[in-house]
Structures are given as C-alpha cells and as structure tokens.
C-alpha cells in the first residue's frame, strides 16, 4: 500500500513563505512521478508543480517564479511570496505503476496515489 503524508501548512500573511513536505512510503520514490495539487472551496483540484523521475520540473503559470518543487528523501514544496489565491488546500500526489515515469504532468488524473491534504491560508 502506498502511502502519502504531506506536512507543513499553516497560516502567513501575504509575501510570506512555507515549505510543504510530503512523506512517502510503499513504492520505489525514484521510479515515480510526483506532485502538488491544490483546491480552493468551490474549485476543481489544480495542478500547482510537479516532478518526473529524472527531475524535471514543471509550473503552473500562476506560481511560476515563487514556487519550487524539489526532491530527495522526500517531495517538498517551497512556496515563497505567497498571495491571498494561493490559499487552499495542498496535496501531495504520486503515481507509481511498478514502471518509470518519465513525464509528469498537471492533469489530476495522471496521479493513482493522493495524500490527504494540509491547508495553506493567505491572508491580506
């Protein structure tokens, strides 16, 4: 069973920073495609960063510039000038098939394994 456990969140005033982590266990972490989703009350889940096995990285348009996705023995999520749109909750996401992924994307329905959340507030 895979299993995600995303920390981190909490709540900062606009131009602050947070750094989420996600925890994973039950697969080979380098084999995986990985990423972060966030959803707002009324709003469909949204791709916000993701990573492939090889490291590349892919954005967002909205957060291009402040948010930097990385990895080691975790994923993490540094979220820097945060705006009041940024307020949601964060979830950690992964697939893993028992195969390389080569090629994240933002499309929710990629990502078979799914944390359960941390909120992140913005206020003005």
């Known amino acids: 069973q895979v299993q995600l456990v995303e920390s981190g969140g909490g709540s900062v005033q606009t131009g602050g920073s947070l750094r989420l982590s996600c925890a994973a266990s039950?697969?080979?972490?380098?084999?995986?495609?990985m990423g972060w989703f966030r959803q707002a009350p009324g709003n469909e889940r949204e791709g916000v960063a993701v990573?492939?096995?090889?490291g590349g990285t892919l954005y967002a348009d909205a957060v291009k510039g402040r948010f930097t996705i990385s990895k080691d023995n975790a994923l993490y999520l540094q979220m820097n000038s945060l705006k009041p749109e940024d307020t949601a909750m964060y979830y950690c996401?992964?697939?893993?098939?028992?195969?390389?992924?080569?090629?994240?994307?933002?499309?929710?329905?990629?990502?078979?394994?799914w944390g359960q959340g941390t909120q992140v507030t913005v206020s003005s």
């Open positions: 996401a992964a697939v893993w098939l028992g195969v390389r992924c080569h090629v994240a994307t933002l499309h929710t329905s990629q990502y078979n394994y």
């Open positions: 039950g697969y080979t972490y380098n084999s995986a495609c």
């Open positions: 990573i492939d096995s090889d």
